[in-house]
């Protein structure tokens, strides 16, 4: 069973950047597609996008499209979210996501593995 940790949230001016990585534990961490949601208060949670297992193929929301990338170590255990030109309607718990799955994630189906989530505030 692999249990993910998030890391690197904080407090961030509009227009500047923030990584954010999500550590990962057990051995099967490789098998899984990662990913990222979001929450923003009082909103519902939000898909923001995947990386495929072998860490080639990335699938983003368009809403980051061109301003996030995600990237994965396995050798790490680690997949990261780079974010850049954050707005303020950035604002938002992130969470860290695994599924043994790439496709549908934005189509509100049940994933396997949830991280506990990381805080970021965008500044205007």
């Known amino acids: 069973q692999v249990q993910l940790v998030e890391s690197g949230g904080g407090l961030v001016q509009a227009g500047g950047s923030l990584r954010l990585s999500c550590a990962a534990s057990?051995?099967?961490?490789?098998?899984?597609?990662m990913g990222w949601f979001r929450q923003a208060p009082g909103l519902e949670r939000e898909f923001v996008g995947n990386?495929?297992?072998?860490?080639?193929?990335?699938y983003y929301a368009d809403s980051v499209k061109g301003r996030f990338s995600i990237s994965r170590d396995n050798a790490e255990n680690t997949v990261y979210l780079q974010m850049n030109s954050l707005k303020s309607e950035d604002t938002a718990v992130y969470y860290c996501?695994?599924?043994?799955?790439?496709?549908?994630?934005?189509?509100?189906?049940?994933?396997?593995?949830w991280g506990k989530g990381t805080l970021v505030t965008v500044s205007s």
């Open positions: 057990g051995r099967s961490f490789s098998n899984y597609a």
């Open positions: 990386i495929d297992w072998r860490g080639t193929n990335t």
């Open positions: 996501v695994a599924d043994r799955v790439r496709t549908g994630w934005d189509r509100g189906r049940a994933m396997d593995l």
